[in-house]
C-alpha cells in the first residue's frame, strides 16, 4: 500500500524541518500483560478460588460415591461409578430423629418461614429508608441510631424475652412465630441499606413530585420503587441468605414439627443410628445449601451494583 504523504507530494516533518518516518507505530508501547502485579494478584484470587471450591469438590464427588467405595477409596478421586442413592435418600428417607422423611418435609417449613419473612422484612424496611431521607420527622436521627444500634445486638442475648413475648402472643412453636422474629432482626440492616440508597438518589425527583401535588405513597410507588431494584436485589440475597441458613431461630421457635431445612440437616448428620453415611450427609448438604446459591448466581451482578449503590452516603 503507498503512503498517503508520498501521494500526495508531500513529506511530514518535525519542528525543525527533520523528515519523519510515518510508517512507524506511534503512541505509548504497550504495556506487558504478564507483569509482577498481575502475578501476584492472580495468584492470590487463584489460591482463594482452591481454599472455596475444592472442600465444594469432595462434598460433590463424595456424595455421588456408594459407601463401599468410600470407605477404602481416595477421598479426592471421583467415584467409579457415579450413584445418585445418596441424594434420593437425603430427601426422603433419612432419618432426622424419630422420623424418616428426609429433607423434603424441612425444605417445605423453610420455604413457609422464607417467603413472608422476606416480604414483610424488604417491604417495611423500604418505607422506612424512604421515609428516614425524604419525609424526616422530629426525632427521626434519633430513631436511626435506635434502630442501627439494634442490630449490633447479639442474637442470644434476644432469646428469652423474644420467647416470653412469643409465648405471650401464643406463637411459639409455630412458623410465625419464626417469621416474626426474622423480620425483627432483618429490617435494621435492610432500613439502613435502602435509607442510604434513597439519599444517594438526586432530591429533585422529590421536589419535583411534591410540586405536582404527589403525596407520601403515591411518591414510594411510582418514583422511588422503580428505580431501587438494584438495592431490592440486595435486600433479598441478603435475606434469603441469612434465613434459610438459620438454624438457632429455627431450633427455638419453630417447633419439632416445624423444622426448617438446616434443623433437618443437623439431625441428619448428628443422627447415632447405625454409621454415618457420608454420600448422604454431603448431598443433604448440597441440598440445603442450594437455594442461597441459586439466588446469588442468578442476580448476583445486580448484588455488586446495588451494594456500591447504598453505600454511596451514609
Known sequence: MSNPAALSGTVATDAVGRQLDTSAPHGPRPKPFF???????????????????????????????????????????????????????????????????????????????????????????????YALVNWKFKGSEIFFAILIFGSFIPYQVMLYPLVMITRDLGIFGTIPAVVLVHTVFGMPILTLLFRNYFASLPVELFKAARVDGAGFWRIFFEIMLPMSLPIIVVALILQVTGIWNDFLFGVVFAGTQNYPMTVQLNNIVNSAQGSPEYNVNMAATMLTGLVPLIVYFVSGRLFVRGVAAGAVKG
Request: proline share 7%; net charge positive.
Open 35 to 129: 507483569t509482577p502485579r498481575r502475578i501476584i494478584m492472580y495468584s492470590i484470587l487463584f489460591v482463594a478460588c482452591l481454599y472455596y471450591l475444592f472442600p465444594l469438590y469432595v462434598m460433590i464427588m463424595t456424595s455421588f460415591k456408594t459407601m463401599p467405595e468410600i470407605r477404602f477409596g481416595n477421598i479426592f478421586a471421583p467415584p467409579l461409578e457415579f450413584s445418585g442413592d445418596g441424594w434420593v435418600k437425603a430427601w426422603s428417607t433419612a432419618c432426622t430423629g424419630l422420623t424418616c422423611q428426609g429433607l423434603s418435609p424441612g425444605f417445605w417449613n423453610s420455604v413457609k418461614i422464607l417467603i413472608p419473612s422476606v416480604i414483610i422484612s424488604t417491604s417495611v424496611a423500604a418505607v422506612n429508608g
